[in-house]
């Protein structure tokens, strides 16, 4: 029956993509071929593969239809989230997005430049620094790769065990859950595949940064 659900919502979450970027088309008052080729698409098959369900919309997919449309939201073109048009930010947060994979990006955030918004309208309000995207694949379902992480800087010791936190340290960058260890000043960084990923210990000595994650945009492609 799980599976069934599953499947189901995965194939609703599918139909959906295409219903926005079938809106947008449609507002633009352009057919697909064309509307593919104005944003920059070789051919229009790029979105016939999102119409039948074979992909999703990437991020350059978005990049490419706001460039020339800016009054399209990205964040609800990439995931349904919020209003279609940009004007609705207003109404919502705003904060810096990196498209860059949160392990590699924090670990050179002092040298990145943000020239994106993820503008969040959400019922409760979400309190992140910056977006980062997660391309890595410990975290397993909790944290898909290409989900886009919401991530705020809090002092090491306001970590709660259980949750997920970006840790930077001396040796280290990465996503983990974080746990208590037996040592007595350091952490243990839990994947949730653990089939294929070990556990880390880190000292509380060698943390030169730590993250919560606040908020995870999962894009279905």
């Given at each position: 029956m799980q599976k069934n659900f599953n499947y189901a919502k995965k194939m609703r979450e599918k139909e959906n993509n295409w219903e926005r970027i079938e809106a947008v088309i449609k507002w633009a008052n352009m057919t697909t071929n064309y509307f593919a080729r104005?944003?920059?698409?070789?051919?229009?098959?790029?979105l016939y593969q999102i119409k039948r369900g074979n992909n999703g919309i990437s991020f350059d997919v978005a990049n490419r239809i706001v460039a020339k449309f800016p009054q399209i939201d990205k964040l609800w073109l990439l995931t349904g989230e919020g209003q279609m048009f940009a004007d609705s930010r207003e109404r919502g947060a705003r904060i810096p997005f990196y498209d860059v994979d949160v392990e590699q990006g924090l670990a050179q955030l002092a040298r990145l430049k943000s020239d994106e918004w993820l503008c969040?309208?959400?019922?409760?309000?979400?309190?992140?620094?910056?977006?980062?995207?997660?391309?890595?694949?410990a975290m397993g379902d909790s944290i898909p790769p290409e989900t886009v992480v919401l991530l705020k800087r809090i002092d090491p010791e306001?970590?709660?065990p259980g949750e997920e936190y970006a840790i930077v340290s001396r040796k280290i960058v990465t996503l983990r859950i974080v746990r208590a260890a037996e040592q007595e000043g350091k952490l243990r960084l839990v994947a949730v595949n653990r089939a294929n990923y070990?556990?880390?210990?880190?000292?509380?000595?060698?943390?030169?940064a730590v993250y919560r994650v606040n908020g995870k945009l999962i894009i279905n492609y």
């Amino acid at each position: 029956m799980q599976k069934n659900f599953n499947y189901a919502k995965k194939m609703r979450e599918k139909e959906n993509n295409w219903e926005r970027i079938e809106a947008v088309i449609k507002w633009a008052n352009m057919t697909t071929n064309y509307f593919a080729r104005y944003i920059g698409l070789a051919r229009g098959e790029n979105l016939y593969q999102i119409k039948r369900g074979n992909n999703g919309i990437s991020f350059d997919v978005a990049n490419r239809i706001v460039a020339k449309f800016p009054q399209i939201d990205k964040l609800w073109l990439l995931t349904g989230e919020g209003q279609m048009f940009a004007d609705s930010r207003e109404r919502g947060a705003r904060i810096p997005f990196y498209d860059v994979d949160v392990e590699q990006g924090l670990a050179q955030l002092a040298r990145l430049k943000s020239d994106e918004w993820l503008c969040l309208s959400f019922a409760r309000p979400v309190e992140s620094d910056f977006a980062m995207v997660y391309r890595g694949r410990a975290m397993g379902d909790s944290i898909p790769p290409e989900t886009v992480v919401l991530l705020k800087r809090i002092d090491p010791e306001a970590i709660i065990p259980g949750e997920e936190y970006a840790i930077v340290s001396r040796k280290i960058v990465t996503l983990r859950i974080v746990r208590a260890a037996e040592q007595e000043g350091k952490l243990r960084l839990v994947a949730v595949n653990r089939a294929n990923y070990d556990d880390m210990l880190v000292d509380m000595n060698d943390l030169d940064a730590v993250y919560r994650v606040n908020g995870k945009l999962i894009i279905n492609y």
